[in-house]
């Protein structure tokens, strides 16, 4: 079935990095534009970044444009962020998703379990 | 990129319909039929419920429904189950590949 499982989350200090990891599986990876989106504690849902099925463009929300950056290896079914300058406020569940396409094709929409990342000292 | 606006909170008894907003500008809700609607139970991952403003995914109940005026889109639930009780955001493209969410709306069947 349809999957998508993030990994690398954890407690970072101010300033730091880290690297999360989405593996997908059950659909044809390569053939779609992929999503990370945060949710921080109590808060609600945030889109952060997006990249084309190919990898050759990548968009970012303002707040993390410099500092972080999406990226894919269609051979390893994988997404990734590379998060970097760590601050408090990226404290957040981060969730790796294929979002209902712009124009939608199909209605087909996924999400993973999200990772929980902590930035504090 | 400021989030879409919604209702912090709505309410409503069983069988009874409910509806949250979702304002936003002429560069998100109002520029694009690409507005999307998720539920989302404590500690899941969202579920779409409705996309392009008024179309029901596969699997999702006809219960739901959604509409667009100008800057502000509206998902409505008619017929109120327990189940229903969830946070529930709307997702609008926003353009230049972008998107933006809803600050979220808490449910609660009384």
């Known amino acids: 079935q349809v999957q998508l499982v993030e990994s690398g989350g954890g407690v970072v200090q101010p300033g730091g990095s880290l690297r999360l990891s989405c593996a997908a599986s059950g659909f044809t990876f390569s053939s779609y534009g992929m999503h990370w989106v945060r949710q921080a504690p109590g808060k609600g849902l945030e889109w952060v970044a997006f990249i084309r099925s190919d990898g050759s463009s990548e968009y970012y929300v303002d707040s993390v444009k410099g500092r972080f950056t999406i990226s894919r290896d269609n051979s390893k079914n994988t997404l990734y962020l590379q998060m970097n300058s760590l601050r408090t406020d990226d404290t957040a569940v981060y969730y790796c998703?294929?979002?209902?396409?712009?124009?939608?094709?199909?209605?087909?929409?996924?999400w993973g379990q999200g990772t929980l990342v902590t930035v504090s000292s | 990129q400021s989030a879409l606006t919604q209702p912090a909170s709505v309410s409503g008894s069983p069988r009874q319909s409910i509806t949250i907003s979702c304002t936003g500008t002429?560069?998100?809700?109002?520029?694009?039929?690409?507005v999307s609607w998720y539920q989302q139970h404590p500690g899941k991952a969202p579920k779409l419920v409705i996309y392009e403003v008024t179309k029901w995914p596969s699997g999702v109940s006809n219960r739901f429904s959604g509409s667009k005026s100008g800057n502000t889109a509206s998902l409505t639930i008619s017929g109120l189950q327990a189940e229903d009780e969830a946070d529930y955001y709307c997702c609008s493209y926003a353009g230049r590949t972008k998107w933006v969410f809803g600050g979220g709306t808490k449910l609660t069947v009384l």
């Open positions: 002429s560069s998100d809700v109002g520029g694009y039929n690409y």
């Open positions: 998703a294929k979002l209902v396409g712009v124009p939608a094709t199909t209605d087909f929409d996924c």
